[in-house]
């Protein structure tokens, strides 16, 4: 029987962390399901899913920790699938980034029990004016009960007072 475990890495960034990951994850006889990697301010920073059969996973752990050389690795048994009710909406937004941009739109989310499965963000400079735009884009689950468009009216107007853009789209799941 085969166990799900999601992985937290993070490290100065260099060249062949993903191969030495991988390389461990091989050798425990497990499998590279998933993943999110990124380097952020001169990090290497990932997420990552593997299954490995179930007496083999404290070796892939003991493994993965002792990569080494800087490399911090969390290894954590991932919970049961969950039934996913609802519906899944990408959010998009964009405007001058100042700070609170996330905060305010993360709690409206959280009022309405709106669980945020994916969020990435980043800073750019405008293409005319050089000033720092500020961009995200989530996925979020909306429980069912609620209304989008309640849901939808309550993003707008704080996007409003925030000035920003802010665009939500059912977002097409295969």
């Known amino acids: 029987m085969r166990r799900s475990l999601v992985l937290t890495v993070i490290a100065d960034d260099r060249p062949r962390i993903v191969e030495a990951l991988a390389e461990q994850v091989r050798a425990a006889g497990a499998n590279w399901e998933e993943s999110r990697m ?9 997420l990552l899913r593997v299954s490995v059969e179930i007496g083999r996973a404290d070796d892939l752990a003991t493994r993965l ?42 709690r409206a989310l ?21 000033e720092l735009l500020f961009r995200a884009r989530a996925h979020v689950r909306v429980p069912a009960g609620v209304s989008l468009d309640t849901l939808r009216a309550d993003l707008e107007a704080l996007a409003g007072e925030l000035m920003v853009d802010l665009d939500v789209d059912h977002l097409d799941e295969d």
């Open 38 to 46: 990124a380097r952020l301010a001169g990090k290497f920073a990932g």
């Open 65 to 106: 920790r002792a990569i080494g050389d800087g490399l911090t690795v969390v290894v954590e048994q991932a919970a049961d699938p969950e039934t996913r009710a609802g519906q899944t909406l990408r959010v998009d937004l964009v405007g001058h980034d100042h700070p609170g941009i996330v905060h305010d739109i993360s």
């Open 110 to 130: 959280a009022a309405q029990h709106v669980n945020i499965e994916e969020l990435e963000t980043d800073v750019t400079s405008a293409p005319m004016t050089g």
